[in-house]
Nanobody, 125 residues
Framework: VQLQASGGGLVQSGGSLTLSCAASGLTFSNYNMGWFRQAPGKEREFVATITYNSGRTNYADSIKGRFTISRDNAENTVYLRMNSLKPEDTAIYYC???????????????????WGQGPQVTVSS
């Protein structure tokens, strides 16, 4: 199984980026997907989640109204559209996949079956 994330970079405050995470080696439509992030010196934190059929999304309060998670099951890809970026959004962003039949809260880092690597998002002031 591979989760290949891309789309990070350096952007000015107020700018936008879209992250993509392409999954392979799994039946994508059977997995709930999440985006998490980790800033230097901080623990990994929940950003957004989306259920296997896009029926429900959930967002951290810190990014609500600015970020949008979506997925395309035909393309085995989950996206994170980030608008109105702030310096405090600077972090490494991770996508993660969790089997839809697991019952732990999607907002928790525990219980996810697979994790992607990166990308780095840096927002300058």
């Amino acid at each position: 199984v591979q989760l290949q994330a891309s789309g990070g970079g350096l952007v000015q405050s107020g700018g936008s980026l879209t992250l993509s995470c392409a999954a392979s080696g799994l039946t994508f439509s059977n997995y709930n997907m999440g985006w998490f992030r980790q800033a230097p010196g901080k623990e990994r934190e929940f950003v957004a989640t989306i259920t296997y059929n896009s029926g429900r999304t959930n967002y951290a309060d810190s990014i609500k109204g600015r970020f949008t998670i979506s997925r395309d099951n035909a393309e085995n890809t989950v996206y994170l559209r980030m608008n109105s970026l702030k310096p405090e959004d600077t972090a490494i962003y991770y996508c993660a996949a969790r089997n839809r039949w697991l019952t732990a809260p999607l907002t928790s880092t525990t219980g996810y079956n697979y994790w992607g690597q990166g990308p780095q998002v840096t927002v300058s002031s």
